[in-house]
Every structure is written in structure tokens, then in C-alpha cells.
């Protein structure tokens, strides 16, 4: 059974064509990941689907008996309301048939016996619906799914006071405990730590309704779906199986391509060239049309150019001490603490990674370590000579500057020509270059992040889970260049794959005792 279709879908941005004629089905009980490089138009395509852009032309229709359930960043967290109150909002429809059955029994005083049996059978269908969907389990199915996504210490706070990922992690709790009949879900994993992605990876696995999910994280996209979309030159292409069998399928088509490609080439030339010899003369020009006849009717096979593929390299330059920093005695947090005192030193040429859980204060640590905010006690004593690169966590940018120009404004000794080359190197196309930073995807944000990091010399990176929003391309490529990078490392990731061969060191915030949480 269908429950979405898309036929003939074109969308475009100014002069940038994102979608052209595309088809789209949605199947119950598929489990379909939404795959394809930086900027090809995945969180666009979800936009359009869930009514929040209309496309140019197309038709999208939704099976009306399906419930369909999309984690909207928008959504108002208002302030006096606890998490928790938020995520038993999920639940709201069986809320209101409590307080009907309630409001019932409170009528069923001033009832004849008619009227009351009635009554009382209307409440009996009522309460078969709260214990079909375990009402009375509400709280413990919340816990749970709190402590899925590590959110248990969240619950008691003001929705309005979390920050950027807290947020998105209870929307996310929210969404899963109202179990729709299709998921929509943009990058879930984004600010998950690995035990928490695990959890999601099983609930996924096991989920018994369709769902569409967009990640870069391969290895949990391979374990989750069975349907692939690939969005890539402004088409959809459907592939059944998981991501690996996609990428073997994938190769094999290209292949398939290229050779019907050359062969297709060959008869065109041969039919081009007969007919440029043979149109002219009157013995020949007959036989010379119906080849033209037969030219024309050809459906020329296109090659699709190779998306563009980011080049990192990091400029070094050297660093005269042996030690880059040196913490002593260092409670970090705001105002209450978010860890034990803590001794750490960082030698020259060091590649350190920090692991552990959201939400426990490895990104204050890092600036603390920079500089940027003041411990709570205890100091840092930093190397005259460092000379650093600091990669923020989700960053947002909304400015409507053009890339070009937020670029150059950094680097003013660069020529425009310049410029737009290094911007190139980074994966970016022209159209990237020209439009204004705020209408980029995340990953194409990263980009040009990157890129003014690439531009500056070094001798210390410290990157804030650089690997977010980076598609397949973008994040080899990183992990290429930090491996060949000369100088100091401290990196926060997530994700094993990534940092294994970049290390020397790992440390675990969650090794260095208890703390408050944040």
C-alpha cells in the first residue's frame, strides 16, 4: 500500500535546479534512507513533503490514513514547562479520553438507567482504547525512552532553558514515544553519543512502520533501512536493500552506463558521419534521411558528472615548545561544577580525542581550555607559540552575506580568483560560492567553516564534532588530511570510525569520576 507518492516533482532555488521531474514512493513497511552528497537537496525534500515549501511543479500525495510524525526545530518550547510535562504531550489524545471517561462518571449521577448504560458502555470502549495503547504505562515508557537517548537528567528542567542539542534530543524523545505511522527523520544522530546511537539503532530496527531518514553516519544508516533513495543530480533513484548493497548496485550501473554510453557514441558518430558524406547526393541522400530519421529518434544517454569532491589540506606551521598546555587543579563548568579537578597536559604534536556523552561539558572544556570562558577553579597556562584553529559545534549561520564575500572579509589579502578556488577545493560549486551563507545546508556550511580553517596557519586544530552534517566525501577526505596534519589534535567525535587512526590519545570525560551534569 502506498502512502506517499510524488510524480513529476521539479524544484528550484533562484537558478540552482535542486529537483527535476522526480518520482517518489513511500511503501508501508519501508524503511527508506535518504542518502546523497552536501547540497543536493535531502532537508529540502523533507521540507517539501511535509508542506513547509511548495514545490514548482508536481504532484505530492499523502495516504490520509496514515499519521505522520516530523521533528520540527521550530516547534515553541515555552517556557514553565518541564521536559518531561513536554514529552507526556506525545501522549495528549489519551490524555483527553481520560478526562471524558472522568467527566462520564461524574454525569453518571444524574442518569436514568437507560442513559447509563449507555454511558457505561461508551466508557468501557474508551478504556479498551487507553489499555490497547498502555496508558497506564506512560511514565515508565517515557523513562525508557529518556534513558535511550540520555536524557534522564533532563527531564526536570525548563524546556526553555536546554540548549541547541538537549532540544533536539528531547523533540526526538517526543516524536518517537507518539509512534506515527511514518517517521520522518533528518540526521537524528547528530548530537547522540555512541551508546545513545546504539539505542536508536535497535529501535529503528524494530520499528514496524515506515520511516525516511536522512544520515551520514553509513554504518547506522546500513543497519536500519531497507529501501535506498539516492538524490544526486537532481534525480531520485530507488534501490532495494541497505546502503552497502546500494553502493555495490550503484558501481555496477555506473558501469553499465558508461559502457552503454561509449557504444551509443560510436553509433552516433557513425550515423553523423554517413549521413555528412552521403545528404548531399542523389543516389545516396534517401538512404541518408532515414538514418537522420533514425538519429533523431535516439534517447541519448547522459553522463552524470562526478559530484565534486572536497580536498583538505591543513597549512602547519611549527611549534617552539614542547608543551601547548598545561591545566592544573581545573573544575570547569558555569555555575555549578561539570567536572572533578582535573590535571591535563597536551605535548607538541599530540592527537587527542574526547569522548563521552552529551551534555556533560566537553565543549565548555574545550573552551575553557582556549581561553574563552573562566574555570570555576583551578588554571591553564597555555604556550605563547600556539597557534590555533577552533572548529565550532553547530555553528549557526544566519547571515545573508555571500559565501564569496564571508570568505574574502577573513582573508582580504586573497584575490576574488583566489577566493572562489579555495572555496572550490573545498567541495563548493559556483552557485554555493555566489548564494548567501543562511540558505546552505549544514554540510555546506561546514564547508566554508573548513575552509577559512584550512587557510590559516597552525599548529593546533581543535575541532567540536567536526563531522556533523559531513557527507561521505567530505568526511574521508577530513580524516585523510587530519592524519597527514604536522601539528597538535584535539578533536570531539562521536563516532569510532572516524577517530580510531587519527588518535594517539583518547580521553573519556566519563572516566574522570562523578560530576554535576549539566
Known amino acids: 500500500m502506498s502512502i506517499l507518492t510524488i510524480e513529476n516533482m521539479s524544484h528550484s532555488f533562484g537558478d540552482r535546479i535542486l529537483f527535476s521531474n522526480v518520482s517518489f514512493r513511500l511503501l508501508k513497511g519501508d524503511h527508506i534512507g535518504l542518502i546523497g552528497a552536501n547540497g543536493e537537496g535531502k532537508s529540502t525534500f523533507m521540507k517539501i513533503i511535509t508542506d513547509q515549501i511548495l514545490p514548482d511543479e508536481g504532484t505530492i500525495k499523502w495516504n490520509n490514513k496514515f499519521s505522520i510524525g516530523y521533528m520540527d526545530q521550530l516547534v515553541d518550547l515555552k517556557e514553565g514547562i518541564t521536559a518531561l510535562n513536554f514529552l507526556k504531550e506525545a501522549f495528549i489524545n489519551l490524555f483527553d479520553i481520560e478526562n471524558k471517561i472522568n467527566s462520564l462518571y461524574i454525569d453518571l ?77 533528518d540526521e537524528p544522530t547528530n548530537h547522540l553519543d555512541e ?27 546500513n543497519n536500519v533501512i531497507n529501501v535506498v533513495y539516492h538524490l544526486e543530480h537532481k534525480t531520485l533513484t530507488r534501490y532495494e536493500g541497505n546502503y552497502n548493497y546500494f553502493i555495490k548496485l550503484y558501481e555496477i550501473r555506473k ?153 574574502w572579509s577573513d582573508f582580504p589579502d586573497l584575490t576574488q580568483t583566489e577566493v572562489r578556488k579555495e572555496l572550490a577545493r573545498c567541495g563548493l560549486t559556483r552557485q554555493h560560492i555566489d548564494s ?25 586544530l581543535v575541532l567540536d564534532e567536526p563531522t556533523n552534517h559531513l557527507d561521505i566525501h567530505a568526511k574521508n577526505e577530513l580524516k585523510r588530511a587530519l592524519k597527514e596534519y604536522e601539528g597538535g589534535i584535539i578533536l570531539v567525535c562521536h563516532e569510532p570510525e572516524f577517530y580510531r587512526d587519527i588518535a594517539t590519545d583518547v580521553w573519556d570525560y566519563e572516566e574522570w569520576g562523578d560530576f554535576s551534569k549539566q
Open 109 to 185: 449521577g444524574n442518569m436514568n438507567e437507560k442513559e447509563m448504560n449507555k454511558t457505561l458502555n461508551k466508557i468501557m470502549i474508551m478504556q479498551e482504547i487507553l489499555d490497547k495503547n498502555n496508558f497506564y504505562s506512560i511514565n515508565s515508557q517515557i523513562q525508557a525512552t529518556a534513558a535511550g537517548l540520555g536524557i534522564n537528567e533532563l527531564l526536570d528542567k525548563d524546556v526553555s532553558a536546554l540548549s541547541g542539542g538537549q532540544r533536539t534530543k528531547i523533540l526526538l524523545a517526543k516524536l518517537l514515544l507518539q509512534k506515527p505511522d511514518i517517521l520522518l527523520l
Open 436 to 460: 548567501p551563507i543562511n540558505i546552505l545546508s549544514g554540510g555546506e556550511q561546514a564547508k566554508v567553516r573548513l575552509c577559512k580553517l584550512i587557510n590559516e596557519p597552525t599548529n593546533v
Open 195 to 221: 551508546e545513545h546511537i546504539e539505542w536508536l539503532k535497535d529501535y529503528l530496527l524494530n520499528y514496524e512502520n515506515a520511516f525516511i531518514l536522512i544520515s551520514h553516519d553509513n554504518s547506522f544508516l
Open 255 to 407: 558501469e553499465q552506463r558508461l559502457i552503454e554510453y561509449k557504444e551509443q557514441q560510436n553509433e552516433i558518430t557513425k550515423l553523423e558521419d554517413y549521413i555528412r558524406k552521403n545528404k548531399a547526393r542523389a543516389s545516396t541522400s534517401k538512404q541518408a534521411k532515414s538514418r537522420e530519421k533514425k538519429l533523431d529518434k535516439i534517447e541519448r544517454i547522459e553522463i552524470k558528472k562526478e559530484v565534486i569532491k572536497p580536498h583538505f589540506n591543513f597549512k602547519s606551521v611549527a611549534m617552539q615548545e614542547s608543551i601547548v598546555f598545561e591545566a592544573s587543579n581545573l573544575i570547569i563548568g558555569y555555575n555549578k561544577p561539570l567536572s572533578r579537578s582535573l590535571n591535563l597536559k597536551m605535548k607538541r604534536g599530540q592527537k587527542i580525542a574526547i569522548t563521552g556523552a552529551n551534555g556533560l561539558g566537553k565543549t565548555t572544556l574545550l573552551k575553557t581550555l582556549l581561553g574563552v570562558l573562566k574555570p570555576i577553579s583551578g588554571k591553564v597556562i597555555l604556550s605563547e607559540h600556539r597557534k590555533i584553529g577552533y572548529f565550532e559545534q553547530e555553528v549557526e549561520e544566519d547571515t545573508t552575506t555571500s559565501v564569496l564575500y564571508d570568505v
